[in-house]
Each structure stands twice: as structure tokens, then as C-alpha cells.
């Protein structure tokens, strides 16, 4: 504020100097001065909150460009897990029919596997639960699952969890099933998914699918347990989101 004094007391005093002209056309130079003490604590206060507001909207402007970013990665995350269970389904398919380990591929089966992956685009909007049943119809094998199907994203998850173990189960361990029990506690949902296949003669390393799995889950907050020995199990623990 333009004339204003603090003195040693830290009051604060504003003066202001002004002519004025009497009745007789005399010229005065009048001085006054008023205690703004109060106005200019209040002033710096709301100077002070002002700052913080303002650092305030550009902190929300970048947790919205990062929750924009994450959204994002997200869907280019899930389609691309997507094409790669597909493409993973169609490769199974294919070894099957030119091994001949199933008797019920046949060409038929494999043309329609590969041609779900031409047209990516269009089946892309199927839920996860659709995608795994169509695969595992297509493969011959039988899914069963046990307890309550979880609700809306986190039912996605273990659709798409038990998609990537149908993936890895045709393709490695030659099963005819797929089994997941479901258990479900206060803050969320736990499930295990095994299938009847050979077990794993090593260490199962995480790749491709399964790697894409992890980052999915643990983006929603879920953990996922990979068991090699002494029969492949996958766990994972999804949030009620």
C-alpha cells in the first residue's frame, strides 16, 4: 500500500497528504493517517492463500495430465494384451491341428481362430469372459469356475487373467482343463486358476503374457502370484474397485 510506515511497535500507519482550499481561497496542506495494521495482515493472509491456490491448480493440472497419461497407457496396455492372447489362441490352435494332439481342431477351427485376429477391431469390444469361453470352445477345453463371478472390473481381470493361463496351459502343458476357485473378503477378491496339464519341468519365467498380466493388476492395486512347483497355479488378488 503507496504511504504506508511500519514502526518499531510493527503497527502499521498509512498517511496520505492532500491540498485543500478554505472558504476564503486559502490553500492547506492536510495530513492524515489511519492505523492499517489489521487491513495489511488480512491482505498479506489472503496474498498468502492466493499463492497457495495457485500452486495448488498447478499441481491438480499435472495429476490430471498423469491420470489422463495413465488412462492412456492403460487401454494401449489392455489392447495390446488383447491381440497378444489372440494371436497366442491362434498359434495353439494352429500346432494343434498340424500335430494332430486334438482330434476336434479342424481347419474349420483354425481359420476362424485366425480370422478373430484379422478382424481385431471389431471383436475387440467383446467382454474378457466372451474371449475366454470363444477360446476355450475353440481349443476343447472346459473351464470351470468356482464361487461367486466377481463384479464389474475386477470379474474383466480374472477373465483376462484366466485368458493368459488357457494361453499357456494349451501351449505348454497340453490340458484339457481350466479351473479357478474364487474367494471373496472384505477389501476384495482372491483367485487361484489351475489346469490339469503336465506340470512345469522348470521355473516358470514371466513373459509376453504373463508379464502384461502383472501390469495390468498392480496397476488396479492387485497383486499376482506366479506357482511353478509342484503344479503351475496363478494367484492373484484383485481389489473391489
Not at 503497527?11 to 482550499?21: A, G, H, L, N, P
Not at 491381440?83 to 500335430?99: E, G, P, R, T
Amino acid at each position: 500500500m503507496e504511504g504506508t510506515y511500519r514502526f518499531p511497535d510493527n503497527t502499521i500507519w498509512q498517511f496520505e497528504k492532500t491540498e485543500v482550499t478554505d472558504r476564503y481561497g486559502e490553500t492547506y496542506i492536510q495530513l492524515t493517517a489511519a492505523d492499517v495494521t489489521e487491513l495489511c495482515h488480512v491482505l498479506g493472509l489472503l496474498f498468502e492463500e492466493n499463492k497457495r491456490l495457485a500452486e495448488d491448480e498447478e499441481h491438480l493440472q499435472r495429476l490430471s495430465e498423469n491420470v489422463e497419461k495413465i488412462a492412456r497407457e492403460k487401454e494401449l496396455l489392455t489392447a495390446k494384451s488383447a491381440m497378444h492372447d489372440n494371436l497366442a489362441a491362434s498359434i495353439i490352435v494352429m500346432k494343434q491341428y498340424l500335430s494332430g494332439d486334438f482330434g476336434g481342431i479342424d481347419v474349420e477351427t483354425v481359420l476362424r481362430e485366425w480370422e478373430k485376429n484379422i478382424v481385431f477391431r471389431e471383436v475387440e469390444h467383446l467382454s474378457e469372459k466372451e474371449k475366454l469361453f470363444a477360446s476355450a470352445r475353440s481349443s476343447g477345453v472346459l473351464v470351470q469356475i468356482e464361487g461367486k463371478e466377481p463384479p464389474g472390473k475386477a470379474a474383466e481381470m480374472m477373465y483376462a487373467a484366466m485368458q493368459v493361463c488357457l494361453n499357456n496351459a494349451l501351449q505348454y502343458a497340453r490340458a484339457t482343463e481350466l479351473e479357478a476357485n474364487v474367494f471373496e473378503n472384505e477389501t476384495g477378491y482372491t483367485v487361484m486358476i489351475y489346469n490339469n496339464g503336465q506340470p512345469p519341468e522348470r521355473e516358470i519365467r514371466e513373459g509376453g503374457g504373463l508379464t502384461n498380466l502383472r501390469h495390468r493388476i498392480e496397476t488396479e492395486g492387485g497383486r499376482m502370484l506366479v506357482q511353478s512347483f509342484p503344479e503351475f497355479a496363478l494367484v492373484i488378488e484383485i481389489p473391489k474397485i
